[in-house]
Nanobody, 121 residues
């Protein structure tokens, strides 16, 4: 199991920036990728971005492409989400997650507690 702790959320105005951090500990050697998800009030949790550990391949939701950047620091076992040009619709609780390969497919099986991001208009 991997333990994940997010930080960096807060209140920002439209057009502002925030950087989220996710520190991983535990059995990180089996981690295939780490990702960020978000859940707004009354909505389902949705994928935001992910980065693989082997070759740092990144993927993004269409809604954040060009505005958000996911990166990682292997030495610190930390993944970051740089969020620029924030919009009110980015308001949500952001969750960090770690995936392992199960049957050859990546499965997000470790989750952080979440950090609130609020973008005011």
């Amino acid at each position: 199991q991997v333990q994940l702790v997010e930080s960096g959320g807060g209140l920002v105005q439209t057009g502002g920036s925030l950087r989220l951090s996710c520190a991983a500990s535990g059995r990180t050697s089996s981690t295939y990728a780490m990702g960020w998800f978000r859940q707004a009030p009354g909505k389902e949790r949705e994928f935001v971005a992910a980065i693989t550990f082997s070759i740092s391949r990144t993927t993004y939701a269409d809604s954040v492409k060009g505005r958000f950047t996911i990166s990682r620091d292997n030495a610190k076992n930390t993944v970051y989400l740089q969020m620029n040009s924030l919009k009110p619709e980015d308001t949500a609780v952001y969750y960090c997650a770690a995936s392992t390969l199960r049957g050859g497919l990546p499965t997000y099986d470790s989750w952080g507690q979440g950090t609130q991001v609020t973008v005011s208009s």
